[in-house]
T-cell receptor, first 114, second 111 residues
Framework: DTEVTQTPKHLVMGMTNKKSLKCEQH?????MYWYKQKAKKPPELMFV???????INESVPSRFSPECPNSSLLNLHLHALQPEDSALYLC?????????????FGPGTRLLVL | GQQVMQIPQYQHVQEGEDFTTYCNSS?????IQWYKQRPGGHPVFLIQ?????EVKKQKRLTFQFGEAKKNSSLHITATQTTDVGTYFC???????????FGAGTRLTVKP
């Protein structure tokens, strides 16, 4: 299984809502990532988990809260988002953070904040 | 902070023409990766380059890493309509856990 799955595919939420994005991989990868991608822009790194521990937080606002319950799962909890947070949220995984080899990306969650 | 400059931003070619995108860094890189993102899709890993002067080929795609490990290129020979998409380089600095994506080059191919 070389897939990274993400749910939901699409999400519309109000600024007062609380929602969660989910990501799963069964490739035995020990590094998992959250990226944010705006239209016609490159992916921007948000968080990196290495062996289920947060290793990088790229100064992301606290309204985004990551969680890694186990080595296969990665969540992104959303609360009190702003319209400018609307974007494609991509999850990715790799063997290890500094290991050779690329990142496998999921299909993403398209988020619209109203 | 560290930036990875990627050019051109856009490239429109006739089917059968060649295409090249370039990435440049002001500092030495540990490695560089290339990804392709189709319209409406997600980035797909193509290749990683690690060694100085490294050249790798995948069918019509040729990837190069500069001798100083500060620049890289992706060249597509005889483009096809299936090559349409945005090509990103992603670079990792030495002693750094994260990667920085270039701005991407959007390739369109006219049949």
């Amino acid at each position: 299984d070389t897939e990274v799955t993400q749910t939901p595919k699409h999400l519309v939420m109000g600024m007062t809502n609380k929602k969660s994005l989910k990501c799963e991989q069964h490739m035995g990868h020990r590094a998992m990532y959250w990226y944010k991608q705006k239209a016609k822009k490159p992916p921007e790194l948000m968080f990196v988990y290495s062996y289920e521990k947060l290793s990088i937080n790229e100064s992301v606002p606290s309204r985004f809260s990551p969680e890694c319950p186990n080595s296969s799962l990665l969540n992104l909890h959303l609360h009190a988002l702003q319209p400018e947070d609307s974007a494609l949220y991509l999850c990715a995984s790799s063997h290890r953070v500094l290991a050779d080899g690329g990142q496998y990306f999921g299909p993403g969650t398209r988020l619209l904040v109203l | 902070g560290q930036q990875v400059m990627q050019i051109p931003q856009y490239q429109h070619v006739q089917e059968g023409e060649d295409f090249t995108t370039y990435c440049n860094s002001s500092t030495t890189l540990s490695n560089i990766q290339w990804y392709k993102q189709r319209p409406g899709g997600h980035p797909v890993f193509l290749i990683q380059l690690v060694k100085s002067g490294e050249v790798k080929k995948q069918k019509r795609l040729t990837f190069q890493f500069g001798e100083a490990k500060k620049n890289s290129s992706l060249h597509i020979t005889a483009t096809q309509t299936t090559d349409v998409g945005t090509y990103f380089c992603a670079a990792r600095l030495y002693n750094n856990n994260d990667m920085r994506f270039g701005a991407g080059t959007r390739l369109t191919v006219k049949p």
